[in-house]
């Protein structure tokens, strides 16, 4: 049983392109997070969701928009795709905010 | 100061040595702190959590030091498996909701 799962685990899309990134958590947790880990393999958080309401919304380019459709799931739409946004997206969730986060296995997405 | 500070490393050691890495932070109000493990091309993942003054797992010991704002955590008898990059994680100071990673430190425990 995988605790954090996110779909898909590689994306290979040209500029310009709008996709979208899933994540699922089965363990009864609360909050939810995407962070974005660059080359220089820095995490760096984006946005954090506590029972589907935003609670934190870091710097991020607005064409980069999450949903929460249910506290179990925490969705990372990303439109008009830039080279920079060449990264692996993890998505992560704890029982409260501020807890012990548990990752996902990542999200490579290259943009051509 | 960084919200969080670690030397990137690399740390180079031979199986069976004792290594330890440090991490600074500027908040002091944190209460809580944590180490991550990640392994290349993997997701990070919880090594150990530092509430107190402390903590040891096995191998493992973390301390932490209010006064000065670090956090070390010290490896004994390091196995070939330890090799991967440790976070050090703190508390952001402006939201308890978030937690601010470290760029982490990179071990590589050699035969």
């Known amino acids: 049983d995988t605790a954090v799962s996110q779909t898909p685990k590689y994306l290979v899309t040209q500029m310009g392109n709008d996709k979208s990134i899933k994540c699922e958590q089965n363990l009864g947790h609360d909050t939810m997070y995407w962070y974005k880990q660059d080359s220089k393999k820095f995490l760096k958080i984006m946005f954090s969701y506590n029972n589907k309401e935003l609670i934190i919304n870091e710097t991020v380019p607005n064409r980069f928009s999450p949903k929460s459709p249910d506290k179990a799931h925490l969705n990372l739409h990303i439109n008009s795709l830039e080279l920079g946004d060449s990264a692996v997206y993890f998505c992560?969730?704890?029982?409260?905010?501020?807890?012990?986060?548990?990752f996902g296995p990542g999200t490579r997405l290259t943009v051509l | 100061r960084k919200e969080v500070e670690q030397d990137p490393g690399p740390f180079n050691v031979p199986e069976g040595a004792t290594v330890a890495f440090n991490c600074t932070y500027s908040?002091?109000?944190?209460?809580?702190f944590f180490w991550y493990r990640q392994d290349c091309r993997k997701e990070p993942k919880l090594l150990m959590s530092v509430y107190s003054s402390g903590n040891e797992d096995g191998r493992f010991t973390a301390q932490l030091n209010r006064a000065s704002q670090y956090i070390s955590l010290l490896i004994r008898d390091s196995k070939l498996s330890d090799s991967a990059t440790y976070l050090c994680v703190v508390p952001n100071s402006n939201s308890g909701y978030a937690l601010n990673f470290g760029k982490g430190t990179s071990l590589l425990v050699t035969p």
């Open positions: 908040n002091s109000a944190s209460q809580s």
């Open positions: 992560a969730s704890s029982r409260t905010s501020g807890d012990t986060q548990y």
